[in-house]
Every structure is written in C-alpha cells, then in structure tokens.
C-alpha cells in the first residue's frame, strides 16, 4: 500500500512539474510582442550558408538536438527566413513524440520574431483542415501514405494543443473550431477511422487543458490547480467536454450497429458452412476484414470512454474471436468448466496462489529497528550484502532449480541483496531460460511473480520483453527457432497463471497464432494452451473468450489438410482445456 502511494504521489509531482514549465513559458511567451528585438537581431550573423544549414537541420527536431538548435537560432538573424522555417515546421512533424521538443524550439523563434506565429498558424491550420479524413477523393493513396497523413495530423493538432497551452496561441476557439468540425462532420465513411483515432489522440493529450477528469490522479492534480492555473474557464471547457459526449454517443451508435452486421455475417457463415462444409477464401478474407475493422472501431470507442469517464453501449457477447462461424452452442456458458476449481488439486492450487510473504522480514526488521543510528546500521548492512552478492552463483543455483522451496529459498535470499542492478540482472537471465530446459520455466515464473508483489516492474519488464521478443518471432515467419518460440509462449503461459502477465497479452499471442494457423503457429497455440488454456477456460472473466478461440482452432483444423502430428497436437491440446465428460457405466446387479 505504502509502495502504491509512493509511486501515485511522484507521478503527481511529475504532472505539476511539467505543468509549472509549460506555464512559465507561457508567461514568456505571452510576453515576447513587448520586447523590441531589432537591436539584438543587428549583431547576429545573417550568413545565408550558416542560415541554411539551420534550416536544414530543423528537419527532424528531436530532444537530442533540441539544445544544440537552440543555441544556433540565438546566434544567427533568421528575419529573411521565417517562411523557409513555418514550412520546416509542418513538413518534419511525422512522430508525435518530437512534439514539446518542437514546442520550445517554436518559442525560442517567436520570443525573437514576432511574424513567425501568425505566418505558422495559418499554415498549421490550414493543413489540419485542407482535406477531410473521411474523404474518398485520394483513392489512388496507399495505405501507407494514409498512415502516414493521419500521423501529421494527429501530431499537428497536438502541436496546436501544446500551442494554446504554452501562449504562442492564446485563442482556444481555434482549437476549439477545429475539434468541433472533426466532431460535427465525420461520417464515419473512412475505414480506418482516422478521425475517431485523431479525437482520441487529442482527448489524451489535452486532458489537463479540457479538465477531464475520468483518472484519478488527473482529478487530483486539477483540484490542486488554482482557476488562473487552468487556463481555461469552466464554462469554455463545458464546451469542449459537451461536443466530445455528443460525438461519442454517435460513436457509440456506430458500434452498436457494425457489431449487428458482424453477427448477421456470421449467421450467413455458419449456413454456408452447414451447407457447403467450408467457406470459399474470398468469404474468409470478407468476413476477416470486417472483423478487424469492428476490433479497431472497438478499441478505439473503448478507450475514447476510458478518457470521457463513459461505459460502453451494452453489446451482445464478445465476438472478435469468431472466425467464420457461429456454433449454435457459442453462447451457452459451459457450466461445469467454470464451478470446476482452477487447480486439478491442492499441490498445484499451492504452487500458483500461495507465494512466500517475505516481505514480512522486512516488517520485522522496520519495528524493531526505530532508533536513526540502527536504521543507518542496517542500511550499511544491506549495501554490505549486495556488494558481497555472489550473482553468478546465484545463478548457478536458478538453473538448478528443481521445487517449490529452492525457488522460494531462492527468492528469499534475492530480495536480501535486491538492488535496481541486481534486478537488472536477474530479469535478463530469466528472460534468457535456456530454451532445453522448460521445466524450469514454472520455477522461473513462481520467482517472478514473488518478486512482483514487492516490485511490480520486475515482472512488468520481463513480460515487455517476452511480449516484444513473441512479436519478433512470429514476424519473421521462418519455420526453425522452434525451441525458442516455444520457450517464450510457455513463460508467458506461467506468468498468466501466476496472474503477472494480463489476459489480454495472451490473447493477442493466441490470436497471432489463429490467424496464420500453419507450420510453427500450431505448435505455439498448442503450447500456448497447454501452459494456461485450462485457466483461462475455467477463469469466468476468460471464459467466453477462450471458449470461442478453441472452437475456432477446431474449425480451423477441420478445415485444412494437416499432417497426423499437427492433428494430434491440437486435440491434445483442446482437450488439455475442455476434458471430455466421463461417461459412467452402471454396473448390472
């Protein structure tokens, strides 16, 4: 609790740092027109070359260079240059992560020229708004290239929120015109839509300015703020929250109505597939296309009412995991799978719930210790441990790790010695469990999610790099490292049973493996099921989800011509999940 509160107030303490500069450089900048320049811009170099090369370099703006350019336009007399410099600016924003680099870079040129704002804004403007999103007319433009359009857009409207926010803009009713036509105009005829994600997008990045408090520690912060401080009146941000709920309950009606036509699609599948046995690939690639587009709509409206503070429309059953299909047992709750326990018995229920509490020592050690002196002492003592840390050893006696109590033993003696480069360590070389080695894979997790309970990052980093070294596997799409995708699934696997890695990870694994259900995918999903397949199924909160998943694995393997192995393996596997019901023979009297 004490390590919770902690990392809530210094990510407060990081929200009004931040804040407290964005507003001192809007008094600077709010000031700039009162400075007369003229004298400063006569000493300064008006070198073409230098001026130039300046130019060239405000390209590709990053927090790296930031200082660096900075320091140029302070020596040099950029007056004949202004309009070379606006169309730098718009032209380079591709990456929104530049953006508050841009931001300061942007201040320092309007605190010396005062014609650079009004030549950038509209030019900024007129970029956002020359071509709607939802447009037809660029049908010759390739998916990239549209990619590529909606990340300039969605960087250039940051940049004018970080604008209106730091005075280089003092009229938020620009903002406030260009959100309402991105809001009151999307006729949700773009399938990507790239104007939903770009509301979105605006909503995170402005949520101090507008006041939206659907965070906790957003409410926090903004409660602590005085009215001058928040820029903006209530009755203005009123405005803004008012034309993003009045979009979202259009979103909302787009969703509701795209998943009714999902279902109707999959109603028309499941006839094709009981008339005809399978469905042709044009049917497959139609109904899959649909599908990922309703998923993107869904995450999308999902988390534009995590922002708003909103519940979803209500929905019928998840059906993202359907395939072609909709069995006509789908939405029957299977009952005995989920009043069975998650656990077959009680040594392996002991194994993945109760975790060493070694926490307790410190504890201990804390009341017994109240004295400064020996609070100091023990501090030294510990500082004296690490350093005397044998690591090597330590994993000597990882990788031969055989039972619970060693990993927990082992546990025990790590956390005596724990320091942010020990855990370093300590998570490469679990990352890194020699892939012939798999049954220490559970021991490894068990290790893990101990460690967790202290330190939440410990088993949040692995995961990331589990997670990242999955998605590098499965995008090469060579048929060898077989041990190693397997090594990596099955961890992921354990760690989901020990409930570090979330649900939601393991799913998308799964549903990677689904989609190009060939070659190694099978053996992952297979492994992938066999590690947790059984919790998620007897999990009620995973339950539907992974029902659906090997319902879909078993069309999908009636639906092709695999070899004796991969058809074994994947009824091992379903039935690994969903034991077949005993039938019990009455003995005759």
């Not at 336009?73 to 169309?87: A, M």
């Not at 649900?503 to 990677?512: A, H």
């Amino acid at each position: 609790m004490a390590e919770k509160t902690e990392v809530i107030n210094k990510e407060l303490d990081e929200l009004k740092k931040n804040w407290k500069q964005k507003l001192d450089l809007r008094a600077i900048n709010l000031q700039a027109k009162a400075i007369d320049q003229s004298k400063i811009l006569q000493d300064l170099d008006k070198s073409v070359k230098k001026n130039s090369a300046l130019i060239r370099k405000l390209r590709n703006i990053t927090d790296e260079n930031k200082e660096s350019l900075i320091i140029e336009i302070k020596q040099l007399n950029l007056s004949r240059f202004v309009s070379e410099i606006v169309n730098v600016i718009i032209e380079s924003i591709l990456k929104a992560k530049n953006i508050l680099a841009i931001v300061e870079i942007c201040s320092i040129i309007h605190q010396r020229y005062s014609n650079f704002i009004t030549e950038l804004l509209p030019t900024l403007i007129q970029t956002l708004t020359k071509d709607s999103l939802n447009s037809n007319a660029n049908t010759s433009e390739t998916e990239n290239e549209k990619n590529t359009r909606s990340n300039q857009k969605r960087a250039l409207l940051r940049l004018l929120t970080e604008f209106v926010i730091c005075g280089l803009s003092a009229d938020s009713d620009l903002l406030f015109n260009i959100l309402y036509e991105l809001c009151t105009t999307d006729q949700f005829k773009d399938p990507n839509f790239n104007n939903l994600n770009l509301v979105v997008s605006f909503c995170r990045s402005s949520a101090e300015l507008l006041g939206l408090t659907s965070k906790p520690i957003l409410a926090r912060f903004l409660q602590e703020l005085s009215d001058e401080e928040k820029l903006l009146t209530p009755e203005k941000q009123e405005s803004f929250i008012k034309v993003l709920n009045n979009y979202f309950d259009r979103v909302s009606q787009i969703l509701e109505r795209e998943n009714k036509k999902l279902i109707e699609k999959e109603k028309e599948n499941q006839k094709i597939i009981e008339s005809k046995g399978e469905l042709t690939e044009a049917q497959s690639a139609t109904y899959e296309k649909s599908r990922k587009l309703y998923a993107k709509l869904h995450n999308l409206t999902s988390n534009f009412a995590e922002i708003l503070g909103k519940n979803l429309p209500s929905l019928p059953d998840d059906h993202l995991t359907r395939i072609g299909a909709l069995d006509t047992n789908t939405n029957k709750i299977d009952t005995n799978a989920i009043n069975m326990p998650l656990w077959d018995d009680e040594e392996t229920k002991a194994f993945y719930e109760i975790l060493p509490n070694i926490v307790n020592t410190e504890n201990k050690s804390e009341d017994n210790n109240q004295e400064k002196q020996k609070s100091k002492s023990n501090v030294n003592d510990d500082k004296t441990k690490a350093d005397q840390f044998n690591f090597d050893q330590f994993l000597t006696k990882l990788v031969s790790c055989t039972n619970k109590e060693t990993i927990d033993k082992l546990s025990v003696d790590f956390y005596e010695v724990k320091t942010k480069a020990n855990s370093k360590r300590l998570i490469k070389a679990l990352f890194n469990v020699p892939r012939t080695q798999l049954s220490l894979i559970p021991f490894y997790a068990r290790l893990t999610a101990t460690l967790s309970k202290i330190t939440p990052d410990f088993g949040k980093k692995l995961v990331t790099m589990l997670e990242d070294e999955f998605n590098a596997l499965a995008q090469e799409k060579d048929q060898i490292n077989i041990e190693s995708k397997i090594r990596n699934i099955r961890f992921l696997g354990e760690l989901v049973n020990f409930k570090v890695c979330s649900t939601v990870t393991i799913f998308k694994c799964l549903l990677v493996c689904l989609e190009d259900f060939v070659h190694h995918n099978i053996d992952v999903c297979c492994n992938l099921l066999e590690t947790c397949g059984r919790f998620l199924y007897r999990s009620p909160d995973t339950h539907f989800r992974s029902k659906n998943c090997l319902e879909r694995m078993l069309r999908l393997k009636n639906t092709k011509n695999l070899e004796t192995r991969l058809n074994t393996m994947i009824e091992n596997a379903f039935y690994h999940c969903k034991p077949p019901e005993r039938i019990i023979k009455k003995e005759k009297i």
